[in-house]
């Protein structure tokens, strides 16, 4: 019904043209957009991996710093008591002794009277 030469279709045939240029504007805008959020993104959970990962490393630092402290304090009162074990080794033997001594001078006297 139209003519080749007709207004309405050079129009139309423009205004086809301009909107395909204008289509393929705003795509590639958008996909600019969408990588310039997708890189953004990604260095923020870059970001927040990295401050995650420091704090366990300063976590697990802190624990083990702990538990060579109570390790410590183990070891110190392993050796105290220790040291209790032998004095009292010590005066049970020193007493054990004194014993068997006033029982041999009590026997050697015995055999002498």
């Given at each position: 019904m139209l003519d080749k030469k007709d207004p309405v279709l050079s129009f139309l045939a423009v205004?086809?043209?301009?909107?395909?240029?204008r289509m393929e504007?705003?795509?590639?805008?958008?996909?600019?957009?969408?990588?310039?959020?997708?890189?953004k993104y990604q260095d923020r959970?870059?970001?927040?991996?990295?401050k995650m990962i420091g704090d366990?490393?300063?976590k697990i630092a802190?624990?083990?710093?702990?538990?060579?402290?109570?390790?410590l304090s183990l070891r110190q009162q392993e050796?105290?008591?220790i040291r209790k074990l032998i004095k009292t080794m010590n005066l049970v033997?020193?007493?054990?002794l004194a014993a068997s001594l006033i029982?041999?001078?009590?026997i050697v006297t015995c055999f002498l009277c």
């Open positions: 205004y086809d043209t301009l909107l395909e240029a504007e705003l795509e590639s805008g958008l996909q600019d957009k969408m990588l310039r959020i997708t890189d959970a870059k970001e927040l991996a990295e366990v490393v300063r802190a624990e083990r710093q702990e538990i060579q402290n109570e390790m050796q105290t008591e033997s020193g007493a054990v029982s041999l001078t009590a």
